[in-house]
């Protein structure tokens, strides 16, 4: 048996694609998720591509004793993957308190366990929105962390400077920080993807919902910002990609590579794309003309931001392989895949 890895969210969206690069890997994994936000469907997929059930929980992370139950029952464990939080932006506003409490109390329920278990190492999903509105473009793991616009960016801000005073009392353990630009596509094979409930408040999913029928149009939410098509910007990467970062992230952490003991790294392809250009993007990969229209902006929506990976690049070896087309192309085999299923 390979190193054994705990993955909290497992069945979500970013989890389930590094649960299949972790068993691909070698390690052993473990998943907890109490599915708030995923399907136990998600675990046939990853088996189709694998070969491979990871061991599941259906526990809630803010359940201390089941928490505590899992790292019993598993004996030793190398490190945690923590992906299992809330994650809507526009839903943190509404219900600020309830993403407080889930997202705060299931880290700290887990750095707890870490100290009582004696797991050395922690990989914590956090997100570029910690960096606001940035003032230079782009933006290295230096920039400046902004205010956040939401509690949900607030809870991933404050979730890293707690992992960070927590492993500054703790030398022995490490952990780091990834903050994800915005993962796009599904795997390859179309056995895993994105599933999200109900009307996507993300782009690429709203344009395959739109592409396959599901919705009437795609509205571009704003062509009036400073920008050379007026459309914002963003750092798309393949969810592939990202699930890989984390391999490696891993491994550095095992291996005693890093003299801290916390460290942070900015994941993207390090290009800025429009929405516009997302949509041409989507268009030619698969031929398939979508309907939009322009409406007005989205309240919150950051104009432009792109990422310097060039650390990530550097000391993690890591860097994005497959195209914004190709991304694309992947989600749309993944949404055609979820049709024929239904039908
Ligand atoms: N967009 C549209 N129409 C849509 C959906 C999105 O035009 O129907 C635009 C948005 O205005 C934005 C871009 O597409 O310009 C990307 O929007 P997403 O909602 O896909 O992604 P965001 O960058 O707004 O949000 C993502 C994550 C958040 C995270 C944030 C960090 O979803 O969880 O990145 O910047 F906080």
Redo the contacts with the bound molecule.
């Keep these: 048996m390979g190193r054994k890895v705990i993955v909290t969210g497992g069945t979500g969206y970013i989890g389930s694609h590094t649960v299949v690069e972790l068993i691909t890997g070698g390690f052993d994994v473990v998943i907890i998720d109490n599915l708030y936000n995923s399907d136990i469907s998600v675990l046939e997929g990853i088996r189709s591509i694998t070969g491979v059930t990871p061991k599941f929980y259906d526990y809630d992370l803010c359940d201390r004793q089941k928490l505590d139950e899992v790292f019993r029952a598993e004996g030793k464990v190398d490190a945690i993957i923590h992906f299992a939080a809330y994650?809507?932006?526009g839903e943190s506003v509404r219900k600020p308190l309830e993403y407080y409490r889930n997202n705060f109390v299931s880290l700290m329920n887990l750095l707890e366990m870490m100290e009582l278990h004696n797991t050395p190492a922690l990989v914590f999903s956090s997100?570029?929105?910690?960096?606001g509105q940035p003032d230079a473009l782009p933006v290295t793991e230096a920039s400046p962390v902004k205010e956040a616009a939401?509690p949900?960016?607030y809870t991933?801000q404050a979730g890293e400077i707690i992992i960070r005073d927590t492993m500054a009392a703790r030398p022995s353990q490490k952990a780091v920080s990834l903050r994800?630009?915005?993962?796009?596509g599904a795997h390859p094979t179309a056995f895993i993807g994105e599933l999200p409930s109900g009307v996507?408040?993300?782009?690429?999913?709203?344009?395959t919902q739109t592409a396959i029928g599901l919705r009437d149009e795609?509205?571009?939410?704003?062509t009036d910002y400073d920008t050379p098509d007026g459309?914002?910007?963003?750092d798309?990467l393949h969810v592939v990609d990202l699930a890989k970062a984390h391999v490696k992230a891993l491994q550095r952490l095992l291996e005693g590579e890093s003299k801290a003991n916390y460290e942070v790294f900015n994941l993207g392809m390090g290009k800025g794309v429009?929405?516009l250009e997302?949509i041409a993007a989507f268009e030619k990969a698969t031929g398939v003309k979508l309907k939009?229209s322009i409406?007005g902006?989205?309240a919150?929506?950051?104009e432009k931001?792109w990422a310097d990976p060039s650390l990530a690049n550097r000391v993690l070896g890591w860097k994005t392989e497959i195209s914004i087309e190709e991304a694309m192309e992947t989600a749309w085999r993944w949404e055609n895949r979820l049709k024929n299923k239904e039908s």
């Design positions: 994650k809507a932006v997100s570029c929105t910690v960096y939401s949900y960016g991933k994800y630009f915005n993962p796009i996507p408040e993300n782009l690429v999913p709203y344009i795609l509205k571009v939410f704003g459309s914002c910007i963003r798309y429009t929405v997302a939009y409406t902006r989205r919150g929506d950051i931001i």
